[in-house]
């Protein structure tokens, strides 16, 4: 299955789907910021990519969905993408799109999620991935992978435990996806691949 992967920034998530692609391929990556690590990747690493201006957030879609028009992708991966998009993009690629977000979703969509989490005193943290409907880090909750809040965290200690876990949960997610063992029917997910 091809999937089409959109970036803003580091890009480590793209670089665990592009080591990974157990049963999908990444075929083009779309990138809103010219001076991204994760673009300079995708160029290191020979995948057909895109910059795209987003600050006529319009036209930038237009161009974007004219690639996908033409890589015709099973999936969207929204991996470190720092836009919203509309609900008329959204729409257009129901349940085909979906984001990798450092929170126990539905709790602390936006940013500074790990300072966030610290402010509020919470014992447990994660992340999830989940498919996007237009509203800011929402839509149905797919899959979720969980870390532990210890009395010395900060931050940047819960940043960087988690990311290797997010790098697993979305290689993970995105691969059932593509071997039709997570499917999105009736309004509910089905899993159909081996018991976990
Ligand atoms: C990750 O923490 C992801 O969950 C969030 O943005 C960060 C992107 O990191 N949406 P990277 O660019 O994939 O390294």
Not at 114 to 119: G, S, Y
Not at 152 to 162: E, H, I, Y
């Amino acid at each position: 299955m091809k999937i089409v992967v959109f970036i803003s920034g580091r890009g480590s998530n793209l670089k665990a789907l592009l080591d990974d692609e157990n049963g999908y391929k990444v075929s083009h990556v779309i990138c809103n910021k010219r001076e991204a690590k994760g673009l300079q990747l995708a160029q290191n690493r020979g995948v057909t990519n895109t910059y795209i201006d987003w600050s006529n957030s319009k036209q930038a879609e237009s161009i974007a969905s004219t690639v996908i028009e033409e890589e015709t992708p099973g999936l969207i991966v929204l991996a470190g993408f720092m836009r919203i998009l509309s609900t008329e993009f959204t729409a257009k690629y129901k349940n085909k799109i979906i984001n990798i977000h450092p929170s126990l979703l539905p709790d602390y969509p936006g940013l500074n999620t790990h300072q966030r989490v610290l402010d509020d005193n919470k014992s447990m943290h994660g992340a999830s991935v989940h498919f996007v409907d237009g509203l800011l880090d929402h839509g149905q909750v797919i899959s979720q992978t969980h870390i532990k809040v210890q009395p010395n965290d900060t931050a940047t200690s819960l940043a960087n435990k988690l990311i290797s876990k997010e790098h697993k949960l979305l290689t993970h997610t995105v691969g059932l996806i593509a071997n039709q063992q997570l499917n999105w029917e009736n309004n509910s997910l089905h899993y159909t691949g081996k018991p976990l």
